[in-house]
């Protein structure tokens, strides 16, 4: 394989050292791969990022999550929250309509309404629809008393207690809008043949070839000079999967955008600071932005007891031997931010100090623990897959410095999936991905009732002061008492050390030089809507 990749960036090599090369496409048709591949168009179904993006363009809900983490207007132009966060009103935009097709009178998209609303809730939370994302309406009441339309243009959502990320809940796909009379007319074709508000409509797919997306003529937003969005004419998306393949046809001017850091182009393009080589800055630059994620390393508290790994310095003394930015640059070309604790950067809620590489402190640690350089410490051993085993074996050598020795122990994946879910490693590598932009989405992973196996605390980890905090959180509608609330939650985990944080991912994405309105967010968001294609550039 190593072959095989060095010499497809050769090639690459060859034709970025031939002047411009050869010309992008400038068809208004933006163009990625998706080597994963994509199962489903079904937004009830878009459970892996692969679909989300491809949902993302044909669907809308009505809300949306801004690059800024912040709730916006979808096809639901405002709203008010009442009943003491209880009941959600939403009005609907009166301009929002589906895509054409046969379903509809003359075949012609007809108007969303708030039935369609109430109708793509009540099928997403439908036993019979068996969505991955039905617990997005856990908090909602049962039926008509849950979701409720008294009119066209308005939906009611009555909560069973007052539960404040619901809003950011809303904007995730799953809850995207959809026509009854579309769905039942596709019936068992509708994954692949699906009807929404989106920028882009539903044209081709020919599974593991390409599918095609073309403009929505009649798309209800514009941008600031009231001009149509979207701006491109089609989306084409193929499925390759060679990932230096795929960086070879980015070069070439035959895709527009790349997403990812797994494959051996990347130290080609990248220098150790993350930056885009000079050879190839004519062609490509990078679009990037912190990820709502962190990898983590994670102690066993339960059990523990009786062990060096119960006392709570000798764990913040492994957290302080890390060097989180050697990592950084020394094997992820600069692509992440090193991590302080469990919030990414940016989330509200983020006790102040956190984390950081100190040795001197750690083996202060050690000594007041009973172990100066680690004399009496037995040696821990870290649960990992081949994917993390060179990270791994740094950080061994950063804590063979403070006298701590790791042993790290390379898993099948499904074992070390199985293993942390059943307590059965002392530690273990994790890591977390938001599925919405709430400090509690993280903060959950260290409350008692989550413990696995009932949820994703895998370390166990149990504090009655902790998870009083996270219910009061949750019952507050007051964002700056939520937002403290949650600090003295992130300050119970510094002072604890159930894990060693690491990094935050960045989302980055490698884009054409001639192509504009490429925006990383935080949420790995992919919105084409205000994307141009343009010139190459010289």
């Known amino acids: 394989m190593r072959c095989t990749g060095a010499a497809i960036i050769a090639m690459a090599i060859v034709l970025a050292g031939c002047g411009p090369g050869p010309a992008r496409d400038h068809a208004n048709v933006f163009r990625y791969n998706q080597g994963e591949g994509i199962?489903?168009?079904?937004?009830?179904?878009?459970?892996?990022?692969?679909?989300?993006?491809?949902?993302?363009?044909?669907?809308?809900?009505?809300?949306?999550?801004?690059?800024?983490?912040?709730v916006r207007p979808g096809i639901a132009h405002s709203w008010q929250i009442a009943d003491s966060g209880r009941t959600y009103v939403f009005h609907l935009r009166p301009d929002v309509h589906f895509h054409d097709h046969p379903a509809f009178p003359g075949g012609t998209g007809r108007r969303a309404t708030a039935h369609d609303v109430r109708y793509s809730l009540e099928r997403l939370r439908d036993p019979r629809t068996a969505s991955p994302g039905r617990w997005v309406l856990d908090p909602v009441l049962p039926g008509a008393e849950g979701v409720h339309a008294p009119d066209d243009s308005t939906v009611v959502i009555r909560l069973a207690a007052p539960y404040p990320p619901f809003l950011g809940l809303l904007t995730m796909v799953y809850a995207s809008?959809?026509?009854?009379?579309?769905?039942?007319?596709?019936?068992?074709?509708?994954?692949?043949?699906?009807?929404?508000?989106?920028?882009?409509?539903?044209?081709?797919?020919?599974?593991?070839v390409k599918l095609v997306l073309h403009k929505h003529p009649r798309y209800h937003q514009r941008d600031a000079e009231g001009r149509p969005l979207p701006y491109l004419d089609a989306v084409a998306v193929s499925f390759v999967k060679d990932r230096n393949a795929e960086f070879l046809s980015l070069v070439k001017g035959e895709l527009d955008m790349m997403s990812g850091t797994d494959g051996a182009f990347l130290g080609e393009l990248l220098d150790p600071l993350g930056r885009v080589r000079e050879k190839y800055a004519h062609r490509v630059r990078t679009e990037?932005?912190?990820?709502?994620?962190?990898?983590?390393?994670?102690?066993?508290?339960?059990?523990?007891?009786?062990?060096?790994?119960?006392?709570?310095?000798?764990?913040?003394?492994?957290?302080?031997?890390?060097?989180?930015?050697?990592?950084?640059?020394?094997l992820y070309n600069g692509i992440g931010t090193p991590a302080r604790g469990i919030l990414p950067p940016g989330m509200p809620g983020a006790a102040p100090?956190?984390?950081?590489?100190?040795?001197?402190?750690?083996?202060?640690?050690?000594?007041?623990?009973g172990h100066p350089e680690g004399r009496g410490l037995p040696p821990l051993t870290v649960a990992v897959t081949s994917a993390y085993l060179e990270m791994c074996e740094m950080i061994?050598?950063?804590?063979?410095a403070v006298g701590i020795k790791l042993v790290v122990d390379v898993l099948p994946l499904s074992?070390?999936?199985?293993?942390?879910?059943?307590?059965?490693?002392?530690?273990?590598?994790?890591?977390?991905?938001?599925?919405?932009?709430?400090?509690?989405n993280f903060l959950m992973l260290f409350t008692t009732a989550n413990r696995t196996p009932a949820g994703p605390n895998y370390t166990r980890f149990s504090d009655p002061l902790?998870?009083?905090?996270?219910?009061?959180?949750?019952?507050?509608?007051?964002?700056?008492?939520?937002?403290?609330?949650?600090?003295?939650?992130?300050s119970i985990i510094g002072a604890h050390v159930p894990a060693a944080f690491l990094l935050h991912p960045d989302v980055i994405r490698f884009v054409g030089t001639d192509v504009s309105g490429i925006v990383a967010d935080p949420m790995n968001q992919l919105d084409l809507r205000r994307v141009r294609k343009g010139a190459p550039a010289r």
């Open 39 to 70: 199962t489903s168009l079904d937004p009830a179904q878009a459970r892996n990022l692969e679909n989300i993006w491809a949902c993302d363009q044909v669907f809308d809900g009505l809300v949306e999550l801004g690059p800024d983490l912040q």
């Open 177 to 208: 809008v959809v026509p009854r009379e579309a769905v039942r007319h596709e019936g068992g074709r509708w994954r692949q043949r699906p009807v929404g508000t989106g920028p882009f409509r539903f044209f081709h797919w020919e599974e593991g």
């Open 288 to 330: 990037r932005s912190p990820a709502l994620a962190t990898d983590y390393l994670g102690f066993l508290i339960e059990g523990s007891a009786g062990t060096p790994w119960h006392d709570h310095r000798v764990r913040a003394a492994v957290a302080l031997a890390i060097d989180r930015e050697r990592i950084i640059t020394g």
């Open 353 to 369: 100090g956190g984390q950081h590489h100190d040795p001197n402190r750690a083996r202060q640690l050690l000594a007041e623990a």
């Open 396 to 400: 061994q050598h950063q804590l063979a």
């Open 415 to 440: 074992t070390h999936k199985d293993g942390t879910a059943n307590g059965d490693f002392r530690f273990f590598r994790k890591n977390w991905i938001a599925d919405h932009p709430d400090a509690e």
């Open 466 to 490: 902790y998870d009083d905090l996270y219910q009061r959180a949750l019952r507050t509608t007051d964002p700056g008492e939520r937002t403290a609330t949650y600090a003295r939650m992130d």
